[in-house]
C-alpha cells in the first residue's frame, strides 16, 4: 500500500484533507466573534454557513468531471489555491452580503476535494485496496477539524478572528507548491501497464458507457441519499455545534474550542478505521459480492450515528450530550469511505470522477439545506432539540432505504 510513491501521494492526500477541514471549520469556531462583529442574527449566520455548500455542491460535480478529463493532480492543485486565497479572503468581508459571495466563492475551491482523491486513489491503488485508502485519506478532514478548535479559538482571542484566517491561507498555498512539485498523476508502472493491456481497468464494453448511465440507476441515487443525510449531520455538526456549547450549554469560547476537539478525534479514528473495516468484510463475505459488505458497514453505523445524534438533542446535561454527539460522529465516519467505494465498486475507472462528483452534488446539497434551516428552527424555536432529532430522522430513513435499492448494476453488453 505504501510502496513505489504510494505512501507520499497518500501523506498529500491526507494533509489536503487536514487543510481542507482546517479552513472550513474555522468560520463555525470564529462565528461568536464574527457574529457580534458584524451584527448577525442565528438565521443570518445559517445562511452564510449554507452558502458554502452552494458552491461546494456545484463543484463538486464540476471537479469529479474536470479530475476525469484535466487528470486529479492539476484539479486538486487549482482548487487548493483558489480555496486557501478565499479563506484568506474573509478577512475583507464587513456584512452578510460580502460573507456570502465569499463564502460561495470558498465553497467553489473546496468543491473537487473528495472527487479528486477517489480519482487518485483509482489511479494508484488496485481495488482490493481502495476502500482502506479512500478512508485513511479521508481521515485528515475531521483531524482538520480537531486542531481548527485550538488554534483558530486561540489566534481570534489573541489576535482577532481575521489573522486566524490569514494564517490557514498560507498553510494552503504551501501545500499547493509542493503537490506540484512532488506528486505525479499516476504511478509509473500504469503507464507501462497501459502499453501492455495490463492496467486495473478491464479492457471490456464497460469503458464505453456513458456517464448518463450512472446517473440513472438506482445504487447511485440511493447512495447519494445515504450519503445526503451524513453530510446532514456532519454539517449540523461542522457549523452549528460550537454555537449551540455556547448558547445552549453556556460555555466560553475557550472551553468550546476545546471541546470540539473531542468528537473530531472520534471521527478521525472512525474515518481512519472505515476503510480498513469495509475491506476486512468484502473479504470475509466474498461469496455474497462486494456490495453486501459495503452495505453492512453503511447501514449499521448510520443508523447508530442517526440513534446518537437524535438523543444528543434530547439529554439534559453537556456532558452526555459531547459524549453522544461524538459517538454519532464516530459511527458516522466509519461510513465515510463506504460512499466512494460503492462508486468505485460500482463505476468503470473513465467515469469515476464523474459519478462520484455528481454523488458528492447530491449529498452536499444538505449543506445548503441544513444549516440555513438549523438556524431558522433556533431562532423560531428557541432551542436545537428539533433540530438534533431532524438530522437523526433523515439517517434513519436513508440507512433504510440503502437496504432496499442499493444493488449491483446490470451493465448493457
Known amino acids: 500500500m505504501f510502496s513505489n510513491g504510494r505512501g507520499m501521494v497518500i501523506a498529500f492526500l491526507f494533509l489536503a484533507g487536514v487543510i481542507n477541514y482546517l479552513d472550513r471549520s474555522a468560520l463555525s469556531i470564529a462565528a461568536p466573534f464574527i457574529q457580534d462583529d458584524l451584527s448577525l442574527t442565528a438565521t443570518q449566520m445559517g445562511i452564510i454557513f449554507s452558502s458554502f455548500s452552494v458552491g461546494y455542491a456545484i463543484f463538486n460535480f464540476l471537479g469529479g468531471m474536470a479530475s476525469d478529463k484535466w487528470g486529479a493532480k492539476v484539479t486538486l492543485f487549482v482548487a487548493m489555491i483558489v480555496w486557501s486565497l478565499f479563506s484568506g479572503a474573509l478577512v475583507l468581508a464587513v456584512g452578510f452580503a460580502s460573507m456570502i459571495v465569499i463564502r460561495?466563492?470558498?465553497?467553489?475551491?473546496?468543491?473537487?476535494?473528495?472527487?479528486?482523491?477517489?480519482?487518485?486513489?483509482?489511479?494508484?491503488?488496485?481495488?482490493?485496496?481502495?476502500?482502506?485508502?479512500?478512508?485513511?485519506?479521508?481521515?485528515?478532514?475531521?483531524?482538520?477539524?480537531?486542531?481548527?478548535?485550538?488554534?483558530?479559538?486561540?489566534?481570534?482571542?489573541?489576535?482577532?478572528?481575521?489573522?486566524?484566517?490569514?494564517?490557514?491561507?498560507?498553510?494552503?498555498?504551501?501545500?499547493?507548491?509542493?503537490?506540484?512539485?512532488?506528486?505525479k498523476e499516476k504511478p509509473a508502472e500504469s503507464k507501462e501497464q497501459k502499453h501492455t493491456?495490463?492496467?486495473?481497468?478491464?479492457?471490456?464494453?464497460?469503458?464505453?458507457?456513458?456517464?448518463?448511465?450512472?446517473?440513472?440507476?438506482?445504487?447511485?441515487?440511493?447512495?447519494?441519499?445515504?450519503?445526503?443525510?451524513?453530510?446532514?449531520?456532519?454539517?449540523?455538526?461542522?457549523?452549528?455545534?460550537?454555537?449551540?456549547?455556547?448558547?445552549?450549554?453556556?460555555?466560553?469560547?475557550?472551553?468550546?474550542?476545546?471541546?470540539?476537539?473531542?468528537?473530531?478525534?472520534?471521527?478521525?479514528?472512525?474515518?481512519?478505521?472505515?476503510?480498513?473495516?469495509?475491506?476486512?468484510?468484502?473479504?470475509?463475505?466474498?461469496?455474497?459480492?462486494?456490495?453486501?459488505?459495503?452495505?453492512?458497514?453503511?447501514?449499521?453505523?448510520?443508523?447508530?450515528?442517526?440513534?446518537?445524534?437524535?438523543?444528543?438533542?434530547?439529554?439534559?446535561?453537556?456532558?452526555?450530550?459531547?459524549?453522544?454527539?461524538?459517538?454519532?460522529?464516530?459511527?458516522?465516519?466509519?461510513?465515510?469511505?463506504?460512499?466512494?467505494?460503492?462508486?468505485?465498486?460500482?463505476?468503470?475507472?473513465?467515469?469515476?470522477?464523474?459519478?462520484?462528483?455528481?454523488m458528492h452534488f447530491l449529498a452536499n446539497t444538505a449543506g445548503i439545506i441544513g444549516p440555513t434551516l438549523t438556524g431558522y428552527i433556533v431562532d423560531t424555536s428557541g432551542t436545537y432539540t428539533v433540530a438534533f432529532l431532524l438530522a437523526g430522522g433523515l439517517a434513519i430513513v436513508a440507512s433504510l432505504a440503502v437496504i432496499r435499492f442499493v444493488r449491483p448494476i446490470v451493465k448493457p453488453a
Open 104 to 183: 460561495i466563492l470558498f465553497g467553489m475551491g473546496e468543491g473537487p476535494l473528495s472527487a479528486t482523491i477517489n480519482k487518485m486513489v483509482n489511479n494508484w491503488f488496485p481495488a482490493n485496496q481502495r476502500a482502506s485508502v479512500v478512508g485513511l485519506t479521508n481521515s485528515g478532514t475531521p483531524l482538520g477539524g480537531a486542531i481548527a478548535g485550538p488554534i483558530v479559538g486561540f489566534i481570534a482571542i489573541s489576535y482577532g478572528w481575521r489573522v486566524s484566517f490569514i494564517a490557514i491561507m498560507v498553510i494552503g498555498l504551501i501545500w499547493a507548491i509542493c503537490w506540484w512539485k512532488f506528486v
Open 197 to 358: 493491456g495490463k492496467s486495473y481497468v478491464a479492457a471490456t464494453s464497460e469503458g464505453n458507457l456513458k456517464f448518463t448511465f450512472y446517473l440513472k440507476q438506482k445504487t447511485v441515487l440511493f447512495t447519494a441519499l445515504a450519503f445526503f443525510s451524513y453530510n446532514y449531520i456532519l454539517f449540523f455538526f461542522l457549523t452549528w455545534f460550537p454555537s449551540y456549547l455556547v448558547d445552549a450549554r453556556g460555555l466560553s469560547v475557550e472551553n468550546m474550542s476545546i471541546i470540539t476537539v473531542i468528537p473530531w478525534i472520534f471521527g478521525f479514528i472512525g474515518l481512519a478505521l472505515g476503510g480498513f473495516v469495509s475491506d476486512f468484510f468484502s473479504k470475509k463475505f466474498a461469496q455474497k459480492g462486494v456490495l453486501f459488505s459495503r452495505k453492512l458497514v453503511l447501514v449499521t453505523c448510520l443508523f447508530l450515528s442517526a440513534v446518537c445524534i437524535g438523543f444528543a438533542g434530547l439529554v439534559s446535561t453537556t456532558v452526555s450530550a459531547v459524549t453522544l454527539v461524538a459517538l454519532s460522529v464516530f459511527f458516522l465516519y466509519l461510513t465515510g469511505a463506504i460512499y466512494w467505494a460503492i462508486v468505485n465498486d460500482v463505476v468503470d475507472p473513465g467515469n469515476v470522477g464523474s459519478v462520484g462528483g455528481f
